[in-house]
């Protein structure tokens, strides 16, 4: 098959008839076409990284209700305790949901922290493997558990996955024209979303929450997939694990094979390009300023997730409707769909809408954040729909602050510290995470024992 001029390889045709000009194919149409093709590998690739992350959130609930389980029945969760059996007036679980959050939430903290001063040594390739190992991992171990504390560890699991996912496809958007962000946030809003429906329609049709993880072990193939075959990167890329760099004008521009990857690897900010400013490797101080130029817009994106993690996790199971027609169960993961479709409508919103000031962002998901606070503390609220509303505003919130977080930072980053910068940023929102799962548990606990 011949090369375009990029290096890669043109359109396959069935017959020469159909497809008059393919050997003449311009660099317009060559570039179009791979432009086309790396933002569906972001937006496929932001799908996959956060789907295993979601799923275990939508069905924390589950997990933890296994510590109800009879002996004599393993195969799903017992029916919740009626209300009026106990002693206090809200319908908790022993353990609070928080507790899933944390576990789904550390690992990738302490990913994120270390990852972007020394995760240049691995290269992209390897770095996907353990994604997607991981990630199949945790389906599997969730799904047949026999007690929460392996669920636990299956979480622990996705959120390695998701970690690591996250600072290296980021850190990759460097090398890519700038509309492969909003692909990736696309991508992972609509991992939200079809997560958190995956899970509820699998329920609801009848499966239990172990066969319903079972079915989603084909996702992190599906990533792998994308990586290796639908990613089309341009030469200046790091090209670890897609083979030996070419070089335009050099006499071998053939796309290498995507399963075959290169004999020697290269560091992370190696190129194929003698694009000096990305191979010169940031010295400390370098990065500590890097870092200081960015908390104005890494804090008030910590406080959004704070405030809408300490909802999701701490208030939603408190926020239950003893009259609904829904069982506690299904309130919860109706919770989670609504606050991912949210999620995924206001981050792929950017192309219609940039917000630079993501403080107000900040403001707006606290205050919303104490309102349900109050809502839980005295009940007043008179129907779950108004609930339902307030919960897909907070997932408008949470999602507007993450694309436009990175995009400004994208834009405001000279090209020598992008690719640091946007490892750097992707720590805000789960630091925000991580704090807000250790007050929910607190928070869960005084409220479960109140009379």
């Known amino acids: 098959m011949e090369s375009s001029e990029g290096g890669w390889p043109r359109l396959p045709s069935d017959s020469e008839g159909e497809y008059e000009d393919a050997s003449t194919m311009g660099p317009e149409t060559t570039e179009d076409y791979s432009n086309w093709r790396n933002n569906m590998g972001f937006w496929m690739l932001g799908l996959c990284n956060n789907f295993a992350y979601v799923v275990m959130l939508s069905a924390a609930h589950d997990i933890l209700s296994h510590e109800k389980v009879p002996p004599r029945n393993k195969t799903g969760p017992t029916p919740i305790i009626p209300l009026e059996d106990n002693t206090s007036r809200y319908d908790c679980n022993t353990i609070s949901t928080g507790a899933v959050l944390l576990a789904d939430i550390l690992p990738t903290l302490f990913i994120k922290l270390s990852a972007p001063f020394c995760i240049h040594w691995l290269p992209y390739g390897l770095r996907v493997g353990i994604c997607v190992v991981t990630a199949w991992g945790s389906f599997v171990l969730v799904a ?23 600072i290296t496809y980021l850190a990759l958007t460097s090398f890519f024209k700038s509309a492969v962000v909003s692909a990736w946030a696309s991508g992972t809003g609509a991992a939200g979303l079809i997560g958190a429906i995956s899970y509820l329609g699998l329920t609801e049709a009848g499966l239990s929450p172990q066969l319903s993880l079972l079915t989603m072990t084909v996702i992190p193939l599906v990533m792998q997939a994308s990586y290796c075959f639908l990613l089309a990167p341009p030469p200046q890329a790091p090209r670890c694990g897609w083979g030996t760099p070419s070089r335009r004008g050099a006499s071998s521009l053939r796309r290498p094979s995507m399963g075959t990857p290169s004999s020697t690897h290269q560091p992370l900010l190696e190129s194929a390009t003698t694009n000096k400013s990305q191979n010169n490797k940031l010295s400390v101080s370098e990065k500590a300023h890097v870092v200081k130029s960015l908390l104005k817009y890494l804090i008030p994106l910590a406080a959004v997730y704070f405030a809408e993690y300490f909802i999701n996790q701490g208030l939603f199971e408190l926020l239950y409707f003893k009259k609904a027609e829904m069982t506690h169960s299904q309130q919860y993961r109706w919770y989670q769909m609504l606050y991912q479709a949210g999620v995924f409508i206001s981050r792929s919103s950017a192309r219609c809408i940039r917000i630079r000031h993501i ?3 900040a403001v707006l998901q606290c205050l919303n954040m104490v309102f349900l606070l109050f809502a839980v503390y005295y009940m007043f609220l008179p129907s779950i729909y108004l609930a339902f509303a307030l919960i897909l505003y907070e997932g408008l919130l949470g999602g507007a602050g993450y694309v436009n977080t990175f995009h400004t930072v994208r834009e405001e980053s000279p090209p020598e510290h992008r690719e640091f910068a946007m490892g750097v940023a992707c720590i805000a929102d789960t630091l925000g995470v991580s704090l807000s799962g250790a007050v929910a548990m607190p928070v869960h606990n005084y409220f479960c024992r109140l009379p």
């Open 144 to 166: 047949l558990s026999t007690s929460p504390a392996q669920s636990i560890m299956g979480v622990v699991l996705a959120s390695i996955s998701s970690g690591l996912g996250e």
């Open 359 to 361: 403080w107000v962002l």
